[in-house]
């Protein structure tokens, strides 16, 4: 049984650092693409981060500059780095895997889900 476990959010101030990490466990994750998705209240799952085909990465424009997703193959582990928090990052961040290596940023393309950690930045 694959489980997909979320942890590292928290309530932080804007500008504040955190980093979220997701353990994998049931299947090795180490060639599928990995990624980080968020929902706010009443909006839809939007995506984050990706880490795919090895180590490229690819991010949303709101977080660029700001989120760095790394892995750590050997743990079955990818991890999310946000600096520089705003008021607007405040979601639900869910890590997601897909058996796929390819990139993908529509949440229907993944095949794993985590149950979600909550991240709140005040302002």
């Known amino acids: 049984q694959v489980q997909l476990v979320e942890s590292g959010g928290g309530l932080v101030q804007a500008g504040d650092s955190l980093r979220l990490s997701c353990s994998a466990s049931?299947?090795?994750?180490?060639?599928?693409?990995m990624g980080w998705f968020r929902q706010a209240p009443g909006k839809a799952r939007e995506f984050v981060a990706i880490?795919?085909?090895?180590?490229?990465?690819f991010y949303a424009s709101p977080v660029q500059g700001r989120f760095t997703i790394s892995r750590d193959n050997a743990k079955n582990t990818v991890y999310l780095q946000m600096n520089s928090l705003k008021a607007e990052d405040t979601a639900v961040y869910y890590c997601?895997?897909?058996?796929?290596?390819?990139?993908?940023?529509?949440?229907?393309?993944?095949?794993?889900w985590g149950q979600g950690t909550q991240v709140t930045v005040s302002s």
């Open positions: 997601a895997a897909r058996h796929s290596s390819a990139l993908a940023t529509m949440p229907s393309a993944y095949d794993y």
């Open positions: 880490s795919w085909s090895g180590a490229r990465t």
């Open positions: 049931g299947r090795t994750f180490s060639r599928s693409a």
